[in-house]
C-alpha cells in the first residue's frame, strides 16, 4: 500500500509515530508561518501541518496544492494544541516531513463539502466528485450495510441467491418493458425484466424452496420523484408457505435492519385490510405515525339542507388536534391546496370552536354529534371533505390529512411506523379499457374463499396479496401465488388474454406448473440505484425499504 494508515484512524495513542498517509486535498490553508492541509480519504479527515520556519521549501510546496490534488505525505503524528471534537482523528495532526503529489487536479466545479455549493445539474454532471462528498457516500456505505445485513439474514434462514438471465422474454408488473434488439434473430428482441417474477416460481417448481436475488429491475415509466427506470430490489420467494409465514419471514428481516443498521428494535407491525386503509386513510400506504383517521359523516350531515352535502355521496372528516385556532388565511391555504389540480377537491368545510364555515347550516346538536363522531375538543379543528365518487374524495381527504399532519409536526421523520396492508383486491376495474386489471400481477392468488367470486363478481375477489408500508412508504409487496395450472388459465381469461395469447406468453410458466408446482408465495423490497442520475436516496431505511411505488396494474 502506498500507506501506513486511513485519514480516519490516526488517534492520540499513535503521537509520534512515523506515518504515511494518502488522499485528496479537502482544504488549505496559512495561518501565521504555517499552512494546514485537510487530507481526505474514505476513512476520514486527517490534518497536515507544514512550518515556513523548520522546512520552508515543503511550506512552500503546501502552498501551492490545490483542492482535489491527491497526495501521499510522510511525517510524525503530534498532538494538536487546537483540538477539533467535530471529527475523529482531530485530537491529532501530522507534521509533514515528505510529500508526493500523486495527481493534479482541476479545480472542482463545487465543493466537495458536506453544505456543497453545487446545484443538482452539476453534482449529477460530475456525480464522481458529488459521490467524494460525505452525504452521498454514506448512503452508498449504508446501502452496503443492507446489502450485507440482508444477505446474513436470509442466509441463515436457508435462502439461496439465485442469480436470473436478465435478456429474457417479458416479465410483467404492469409497466412497459425497455427492449433489446438481437443481432442473431434481426427483428426480434429481448425484453429486461421488469422483476424476477416469472424465474422465481420457476426456481419454486424446480424444488429451491427458499430463493433471493438482490436485483437490477428494468421498467420504462414516467419518471417521478419516487420512480426511475432502473432500480434494485431484494426479491424473494418460498416454498411451501401461507402468507403468515411469508409476513413473519419478511417481518423478521426487516426488524433485523433495523436494529442491525440503525439500532432500533421495531414493535410487532400491525396488520390492516387494504379496505380499512382505504376508509380510515384513503391510501393504500398509510402514514401511520399520526393518527388523525378519516370520520365518516353521511349519516350526521346529509340531509340537512346544505347543498353541497346533501349531493354527496361521501363525506368525510379529520380532526386535527389543536388547530382550532387555524387563522381565516390558513383555512383560505388550505382550502386552496385541496382545490389545485394534482388534488382537484371543490373545496374545504371546516369547523372549529374559534370558526365555522357550516355552523349557519346546521344545529347546534348536529354539529355536536359531528364533534362526537370526530373525537373533536375545544381547541380542535374538523376538516370535512365531500364529493360525488367515493375514492376520489378519500383520495383528497388523504392529501388534506398528510398536509395537516406536515403543517402540525405529526410526520417526525426520526419516527418509523410499520405496518402489513393485506386483503388487496385481486383485480381492478379499468372504466376507460372497460377490463380487469391485475392489481398486483397476474400471479397473484385469489382468497381460495372468494375463488367462486371469480366468474360471477370478480371485482370482489380478494387477493392473498401483501404490502409493507413504513412512513406511509409502500417498501415492499407480495402475493401467495397461484399454483394450479387451470386457476392461472382462468385469470388470464380474466385479464382478456386469449388462450393462444395466453399460452405465446406464458406457456412456460402454466406447463411447469403441469409438473408439481408446489404452493409458493414471496414478496420484493424496492429500492433505487444510489449511483442513478435521478434519485439520490436510499437514505430512509436504505435499500429496498425506500420509495418507489411497485408498479400495480397492467397485465
Ligand atoms: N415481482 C413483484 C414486484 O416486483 C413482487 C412479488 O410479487 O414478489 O412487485
Known sequence: MLRTHTNGELRLTDINKTVTLTGWVQKNRRMGGMTFIDLRDRYGVTQLVFNQEINPGLCEEANHLGREFVLQIKGTVAERSNKNPNIATGDVEIIVSELHILN???????????????????????????????????????????????????????????????????????????????????????ALPQSPQTFKQLLMVSGFDRYFQIVKCFRDEDLRADRQPEFTQIDCEMSFVEQEDILRMFEGLAKHLFKTIKGIELADFPRMTFADAMKFYGSDKPDTRFEMRFVELMDTLKGHGFPVFDEAVYIGGICAKGAAAYTRKQLDALTDFVKRPQIGAKGLVYDGSVKSSVDKFYTQEILQKMKEKCGAEAGDLILIISGDNTNKARKQLCELRLEMGSQLGLRDKTKYSCLWVVDFPLLEWDEETARFYAMHHPFTSPKPEDIALLDSDAGKVRANAYDMVINGVEVGGGSIRIHDSALQKQMFQILGFTEEKAEEQFGFLMNAFKYGAPPHGGLAYVGSTVLCRFLPVWTLFAIALLSRKITRGAM
Do not use: C, W
Open 104 to 190: 493534479r487536479s482541476l479545480t472542482p466545479p463545487f465543493t466537495i463539502e458536506d453544505d456543497t455549493d453545487g446545484g443538482d445539474e452539476l453534482r449529477m454532471q460530475y456525480r464522481y466528485l458529488d459521490l467524494r462528498r460525505n452525504a452521498v457516500r454514506a448512503n452508498l456505505e449504508l446501502r452496503h450495510k443492507m446489502a450485507f445485513e440482508t444477505r446474513r439474514f436470509l442466509d441463515s434462514e436457508h435462502f439461496l441467491e439465485v442469480e436470473t438471465p436478465v435478456l429474457i422474454k417479458s416479465t410483467p408488473e404492469g409497466a412497459r418493458d425497455f427492449v433489446v434488439p438481437s443481432r442473431m434473430n434481426a427483428g426480434q428482441f429481448y
